[in-house]
Antibody, heavy 123, light 106 residues
Framework: EMQLVETGGGLIQPGGSLRLSCAASGFTVSSNYMSWVRQAPERGLEWVSIIYEGGSTYYADSVKGRFTISRDNSKNTLYLQMSSLRAEDTAVYFC?????????????????WGQGTMVTVSS | DIQMTQSPSSLSASVGDRVTITCRASQSISTYLNWYQQKPGKAPKLLIYAVSSLQSGVPSRFSGSGSGTDFTLTISSLQPEDFATYYCQQSYIIRTFGQGTTVEIK
């Protein structure tokens, strides 16, 4: 069974740093596009960051320069290093696998999700 | 950035009703449009990808249509387990979600 499990959330003061982990099983992180999506309390989904199979990374403007996505192939794990945290970063953070289409049907969708880990930024 | 606008933001419906949710992109996104269902306290679940392709295991009462900038999610006969929030999402340029549509019990 393909599965993602996030860990690392918690309560952190504004300006602090935190690293989230997302351990994958049943598939290889490095062979897939992998992403982070967050959801503030009582709010909608917000895409945060993505790492491509080749290692290219992209970020939402709201976190650019403060968050870093990475992976450890030996541990089959995705990470999100978050720094200079703000109250507005408070959210449940989900990791997700991206499934890609092919030459017949072009698409790019989040098909496997973790259960999420809560990050609360507050003094 | 591509903006995704869903309507309505919420709706009330009864079991057996036909429900339609629309999603508009701020520019053409080809076939890079997906729909997700989320229940409270749970991770989102992929329902439809590439505008109209049903994800494995998703009931056939769910369907998607549209092209270019205007897309629709339809539930042909609403079931009790379908009361949830639905999000559209584009992956043509970076990734963006719509603001969500909550389907509530009438």
């Amino acid at each position: 069974e393909m599965q993602l499990v996030e860990t690392g959330g918690g309560l952190i003061q504004p300006g602090g740093s935190l690293r989230l982990s997302c351990a994958a099983s049943g598939f290889t992180v490095s062979s897939n596009y992998m992403s982070w999506v967050r959801q503030a309390p009582e709010r909608g989904l917000e895409w945060v960051s993505i790492i491509y199979e080749g290692g290219s990374t992209y970020y939402a403007d709201s976190v650019k320069g403060r968050f870093t996505i990475s992976r450890d192939n030996s541990k089959n794990t995705l990470y999100l290093q978050m720094s200079s945290l703000r109250a507005e970063d408070t959210a449940v953070y989900f990791c997700a696998r991206v499934r890609l289409g092919d030459t017949v049907l072009a698409y790019d969708a989040f098909d496997i999700w973790g259960q999420g880990t809560m990050v609360t930024v507050s003094s | 950035d591509i903006q995704m606008t869903q309507s309505p933001s919420s709706l009330s419906a009864s079991v057996g009703d036909r429900v339609t949710i629309t999603c508009r992109a701020s520019q053409s996104i080809s076939t890079y449009l997906n729909w997700y269902q989320q229940k409270p306290g749970k991770a989102p679940k992929l329902l439809i990808y590439a505008v109209s392709s049903l994800q494995s295991g998703v009931p056939s009462r769910f369907s998607g249509s549209g092209s270019g900038t205007d897309f629709t999610l339809t539930i042909s006969s609403l079931q009790p387990e379908d009361f949830a929030t639905y999000y559209c999402q584009q992956s043509y340029i970076i990734r963006t979600f719509g603001q969500g549509t909550t389907v509530e019990i009438k």
